[in-house]
């Protein structure tokens, strides 16, 4: 029985995981290197916006269920919740695995638990449980001991989607993959504290190659989309239409395209796929190379369509990756506006409800202002809609008429 948890990384992930199992009574001790954001979650607040968090959050630090620290304490079960990020050549970068595996190392005792949730290429939970080893030979672990290891070793992705995280931690099902039989067993036992879907269970290694396929799956059917709506656009053809009117076949079910694709997940994910089989993963590779390119394609047509303008101002609607959420990271908005801003498109006119100031990127350039709506079509002469956010629904069509409109997403159809 697990009544304690340790999470290692208090990110997007971590927290709410640390918060979903506090909230079910499991006593958790979440750790995470940034000083600033152990302190914030002591004082009962979350560090980044996410519906419902910052309740839980409080809730738990209140009933003494939840402390953040800087390094892990013991417990019966720790759950590895850190980036994984691209490296330079487009493999994975493990260090943070790697690092947050030394440190959970020294806690571990016979009948301990270590789930792997970050998403990962495939192998590297078996690869965690030889690291662990390592630095506890005293120790047995699954991937030479099978089944009677002392310590369990497990990957169970996270699948949440931003913006419904506390939702979806809840009533997804989750695939939990086990280093073996036992180790999963182990893990569904503590996932089922506060899960209410259904807990699939498999190997480790599937695990890992299921979620990569989850995101892959997505990144393809985006580019898909991505593809038509530069077809389209070479033949002078308004690719919602055709979307529209493809997707009245009973079978087709088409994505929306929009200006690329952001985040930390979708747009990266797939390259460990690619890296893993390099030869086989070829649709993989060229939906990431068809998404990438994307943000090029929009920037050429409004630089194309502002230099008609004798000194364009060009209103560009959203900086973060996707809708109604603060998140800039891997953003193909926040690219398109560096780039109209180095190639001097024109007076740039930024609007972006979830952020209070510009970008590094962009603050220091002089280029670029942050401004209201109102502001921003009033005063455009070309207007580049870039993120699908609730508050730019209400936009009139009035306010649009006469100026140069690029919507990369389809949103005012
Ligand atoms: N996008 C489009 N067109 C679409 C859908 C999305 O251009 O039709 C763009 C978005 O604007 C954004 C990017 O794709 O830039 C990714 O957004 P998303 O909402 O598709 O996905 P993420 O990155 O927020 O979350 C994904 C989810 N995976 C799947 O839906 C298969 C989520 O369930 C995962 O948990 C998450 O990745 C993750 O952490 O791996």
């Known amino acids: 029985m697990v009544s304690t948890v340790c999470v290692v990384g208090l990110g997007y992930i971590g927290l709410p995981t640390a918060a979903a199992l506090a909230t079910n009574g499991i006593q958790v001790t979440g750790v995470d290197i940034n000083p600033v954001t152990v302190d914030l979650i002591n004082a009962g607040r979350a560090p980044f916006v996410e519906p419902d968090l910052a309740v839980a959050v409080s809730g738990a630090v209140a009933m003494g269920r939840l402390r953040a620290t800087k390094a892990p304490e013991p417990?019966?079960?720790?759950?590895?919740?850190?980036?994984?990020?691209?490296?330079?050549?487009?493999?994975?970068?493990?260090?943070?695995?790697?690092?947050?595996?030394?440190?959970?190392?020294?806690?571990?005792?016979?009948?301990?638990?270590?789930?792997?949730?970050?998403?990962?290429?495939?192998?590297?939970?078996?690869?965690?449980?030889?690291?662990?080893?390592?630095?506890?030979?005293?120790?047995?672990?699954?991937?030479?001991?099978?089944?009677?290891?002392?310590?369990?070793?497990?990957?169970?992705?996270?699948?949440?989607?931003?913006?419904?995280?506390?939702?979806?931690?809840?009533?997804?099902?989750?695939?939990?993959?086990?280093?073996?039989?036992?180790?999963?067993?182990?893990?569904?036992?503590?996932?089922?504290?506060?899960?209410?879907?259904?807990?699939?269970l498999t190997d480790a290694t599937t695990a890992e190659m299921a979620k990569l396929s989850e995101n892959a799956f997505r990144d393809v059917n985006i580019a898909f989309a991505n593809e038509l709506s530069m077809v389209c656009?070479?033949?002078?053809?308004?690719?919602?239409?055709?979307?529209?009117?493809?997707?009245?076949?009973?079978?087709?079910?088409?994505?929306?395209?929009?200006?690329?694709?952001?985040?930390?997940?979708?747009?990266?994910?797939?390259?460990?796929?690619?890296?893993?089989?390099?030869?086989?993963?070829?649709?993989?590779?060229?939906?990431?190379?068809?998404?990438?390119?994307?943000?090029?394609?929009?920037?050429?047509?409004?630089?194309?369509?502002?230099?008609?303008?004798?000194?364009?101002?060009?209103?560009?609607?959203?900086?973060?990756?996707?809708?109604?959420?603060?998140?800039?990271?891997?953003?193909?908005?926040?690219?398109?506006?560096?780039?109209?801003?180095?190639?001097?498109?024109g007076r740039l006119l930024v609007v972006e409800p979830h952020i209070t100031e510009l970008p590094a990127s962009l603050a220091g350039t002089g280029r670029a202002e942050l401004v209201d709506i109102t502001t921003a079509l009033r005063e455009a002469d070309v207007v580049v809609l870039l993120v699908d956010h609730d508050a730019f629904r209400g936009v009139k069509q009035t306010a649009l008429r006469g100026k140069a409109v690029f919507d990369t997403r389809g949103f005012w159809r």
């Not at 990431?288 to 050429?300: F, G, L, S, Y």
């Open 75 to 200: 417990a019966d079960a720790f759950i590895i919740a850190v980036p994984t990020p691209l490296c330079e050549d487009n493999t994975a970068d493990l260090s943070h695995v790697k690092s947050a595996a030394v440190s959970v190392a020294e806690h571990l005792k016979a009948g301990d638990l270590v789930v792997l949730e970050s998403t990962s290429p495939p192998g590297t939970t078996v690869e965690l449980s030889r690291w662990l080893s390592k630095h506890r030979p005293d120790l047995s672990f699954p991937h030479d001991a099978g089944e009677a290891a002392d310590v369990g070793v497990a990957h169970c992705p996270e699948r949440v989607l931003p913006g419904r995280i506390m939702f979806e931690i809840v009533t997804n099902d989750r695939i939990i993959g086990g280093v073996s039989t036992a180790c999963a067993e182990r893990a569904r036992r503590l996932y089922e504290v506060f899960t209410k879907g259904e807990c699939l």
């Open 233 to 345: 656009d070479h033949l002078g053809i308004d690719v919602g239409e055709v979307i529209a009117l493809a997707g009245r076949h009973p079978r087709v079910d088409i994505l929306r395209p929009g200006p690329g694709v952001g985040g930390h997940c979708i747009a990266v994910d797939p390259w460990f796929i690619v890296s893993a089989a390099p030869q086989q993963a070829r649709l993989i590779r060229l939906a990431r190379q068809v998404n990438d390119a994307k943000p090029v394609h929009v920037v050429n047509e409004v630089v194309q369509t502002s230099g008609r303008f004798k000194e364009p101002a060009i209103a560009c609607m959203g900086l973060t990756f996707k809708a109604n959420v603060d998140d800039l990271r891997e953003s193909p908005a926040l690219h398109i506006v560096n780039e109209l801003a180095d190639r001097q498109a």
